[in-house]
């Protein structure tokens, strides 16, 4: 790897599996210091093994993106252990898929409180320290279903969209010292699925894992997008297989 992100101080909620950890791994090899974040302390540890065998640096903080305290607490970390909070990657999110008609107000909640408002602590965790240094990144991973609404997912896609509109909310008040990217990733070979609890919504979806790509090809994009210059920001990438159509 070249080493394009040596000295980048990088956390990635929701880094225990899927995306976040195939950006930590990524973005580790190519230098950066990776604070690692999810609520799973067991798969972070072995993640950060792995990136410090490979001659990486990394850091496990075990917290929940619903909770403000947890965000602020990994924020801390990143500063506290590096010096400094170049780019924060929310990326933590759930999609348990069901018709509206269904009443599944419990899981409306939680997409609402991990999708919506895990972003949102994210972004008032990392603030400060961002606009402290004068510079700071947020690559916030949204989704197609950011973009077109899906029957059996319009609770999901509306807290996708949301994703977007502020990434690009933050975007239009920032001076240009604070750069956001959103990231819409198509079908992915990620856990997310397990997230679903009506049967036939889950067969509804499988189809998708015949043609899903690797977590890498996001952990390319977001590589992509924060290893540009100072005053380039990649503002939207959308990432689907070829085959998928919508």
Known sequence: MSQALEGKVVVITGASSGIGEATARMLAAEGAAVVAVAR?????DTLVAGIEAAGGKALAVEADVTSIEDMRRAANAAVDSYGRLD????NAGVMPLAPVAMNRL??????VDVNIKGVLNGVAAAQPAMHEQGAGQFVNVSSVAGHIVFPGAAVYCATKFAVRALSEGIRMESDGSIRVTNISPGAIATELTDHIGVPEVKEGVAEFAEIALDPDSIARAIHFAVSQPAEVDVNEI???PAKQAL
């Not at 799973?40 to 972070?44: A, E, G, N, S």
């Open 40 to 44: 799973r302390k067991d798969r972070l």
């Open 87 to 90: 780019v924060w990657v929310n």
């Open 106 to 111: 419990d899981e409306w909640n939680w997409m």
């Open 238 to 240: 959308i990432v689907r």
